[in-house]
């Protein structure tokens, strides 16, 4: 079902990757301590890596020429990770250290530097590792700027590596999600943090902190939120016991 999903957007080979990217960088990471009590979530390691440059190495692939980085939780150390490694495209921090704005307000935050050109965004505690087709690539292919207002990279909730969770989203047959998952029920697929917004869903949004499921619902409802089904390895790398595990299918090949 899900190739069937994923084929219905009718990608286009030709598709233009975004030159803009945003890194969710800024949470406190509980669920990562005791590892996040003296470092931000996106500097623990993986498989000798950290998670951001992880992310950061997957968006530079894909040709992203310029990336948002949000900071709030022990910033500064994350601004000097930053610039002790070369990045291979421009670096720009939105600073919420004076309040954490959540997903939502951090996109609200980061607006005027986001411009009004479609832009992925990419939460740092996910890692994956793509197949023969770039994840970032096959987004911007499936990308209609005339019928979507989001584009999210999804996995099927089986092949959902370290997630508890029982699902998020639901998909027409034609790729369109349709909705999320409601309280005691499952939904076949996954976000992975992983997607292509429009600058428009940035609109009418509240004051302080709020997430981002605010303009994926608007979007849902006006039957502009799409997703596609990743055929890759992903892994929600969200506690420290979930380094180890990602770490071992990892090396398993």
């Known amino acids: 079902m899900s190739t069937v999903r994923t084929l219905a957007i009718r990608p286009d080979p030709g598709g233009v990757v975004p030159e803009t990217a945003m890194v969710m960088a800024a949470g406190l990471g509980k669920r990562m301590r005791p590892l996040t009590a003296t470092r931000p979530k996106p500097l623990v390691q993986v498989a000798g890596q950290t998670l951001l440059d992880h992310a950061l190495d997957r968006l530079r692939a894909a040709g992203i020429k310029r990336t948002i980085i949000n900071v709030h939780y022990l910033a500064d150390a994350l601004e000097a990770h930053l610039r002790r490694r070369d990045q291979g495209m421009e670096i720009v921090i939105s600073d919420e250290r004076a309040q954490l704005m959540e997903t939502g307000g951090g996109l609200v935050q980061a607006r005027a530097l986001i411009g009004d050109k479609p832009f992925v965004t990419v939460n740092s505690d996910n890692l994956w590792v793509d197949g023969p087709i770039d994840s970032i690539r096959a987004l ?114």
């Open 140 to 253: 911007a292919a499936g990308w209609d700027d005339a019928r979507m207002d989001a584009l999210l990279l999804l996995v099927p909730l089986a092949r959902a590596n370290c997630h508890g969770g029982s699902g998020d989203f639901h998909l027409d047959p034609y790729g369109r999600i349709t909705g999320r998952r409601r309280r005691g029920r499952l939904a076949p697929f996954v976000w992975t943090g992983v997607q292509i917004l429009s600058p428009r869903v940035i609109a009418d949004w509240p004051a302080g902190p709020f997430s981002t499921n605010l303009f994926w619902d608007r979007a849902i409802a006006a039957g502009r939120a799409f997703g596609i089904s990743y055929q890759g390895l992903w892994f929600d790398v969200g506690t420290p016991g979930a380094i180890a595990k990602t770490e071992a299918i990892l090396a398993d090949g």
